[in-house]
Antibody, heavy 119, light 111 residues
Framework: QVQLQESGPGLVKPSETLSLTCAVS?????????WGWIRQPPGKGLEWIGT???????YYNPSLKSRVTISVDTSRNLLSLNVSSVTAADTAVYYC????????????WGQGTLVTVSS | EIVLTQSPGTLSLSPGERVTLSCRAS???????LAWYQQKPGQAPRLLIY???SRATGIPDRFSGSGSGTDFTLTISRLEPEDFAVYCC????????????FGQGTKLEIK
């Protein structure tokens, strides 16, 4: 069973870039077809950020597309997320997840990491 | 863009009761592309139901899903203490948008 663990700074200043990584264990990151990032602002619902195919093709939420980059490092079994020009509205728990082989749903999730945007 | 609306926002129930949660889509969704998740405080979501009505691995049979078109439901036949949590639905929009939308969630709390 795949396990995922997010890591990165818990505090980011406004206008800076939020950078997170997700360590994948229990399986090669190349073995699953899709990987994704989802976030959840405090007390609110889940918001899809983006999805990446293990070949490197990416798909982003149109509302975030201009600021988001997702990448995969197959040699280190790492998934990465960058969100540029952050504001307080980007404060959330950020989750990485694997998707099923059809890329339809999120079957395994990391525990999540809280990122607060504040000066 | 498909919007998923869940109702009610919060339900207060007692263990042993039966509950049905609603997820309504702003436009028709393929049954294959509708899933439900359970989320407990401080935890990541857990996949419960996929393809509208199929239970994920390890999910008890008191959980069931149904629906079609724009109306989908999650039913818990007999609430156990560990079932009090937030439940949200999710749909997959096929390319070119390749969007994943989540409902805002329904919270089940103990009465």
């Amino acid at each position: 069973q795949v396990q995922l663990q997010e890591s990165g700074p818990g505090l980011v200043k406004p206008s800076e870039t939020l950078s997170l990584t997700c360590a994948v264990s229990g399986n090669s990151i190349s073995s699953a077809y899709y990987w994704g990032w989802i976030r959840q602002p405090p007390g609110k619902g889940l918001e899809w950020i983006g999805t990446i195919y293990h070949s490197g093709n990416t798909y982003y939420n149109p509302s975030l597309k201009s600021r988001v980059t997702i990448s995969v490092d197959t040699s280190r079994n790492l998934l990465s997320l960058n969100v540029s020009s952050v504001t307080a509205a980007d404060t959330a728990v950020y989750y990485c997840a694997s998707l099923d082989l059809r890329g339809i749903l999120f079957d395994y999730w990391g525990q999540g990491t809280l990122v607060t945007v504040s000066s | 863009e498909i919007v998923l609306t869940q109702s009610p926002g919060t339900l207060s129930l007692s263990p042993g009761e039966r509950v049905t949660l609603s997820c309504r889509a702003s436009q028709s969704v393929s049954r294959s592309y509708l899933a439900w998740y359970q989320q407990k405080p401080g935890q990541a979501p857990r996949l419960l139901i996929y393809g509208t009505s199929s239970r994920a691995t390890g999910i008890p049979d008191r959980f069931s899903g149904s629906g079609s078109g724009t109306d989908f439901t999650l039913t818990i036949s007999r609430l156990e203490p560990e079932d009090f949590a937030v439940y949200c639905c999710q749909q997959y929009g096929s390319s070119p948008s390749l969007m994943y939308a989540f409902g805002q969630g329904t919270k089940l709390e103990i009465k």
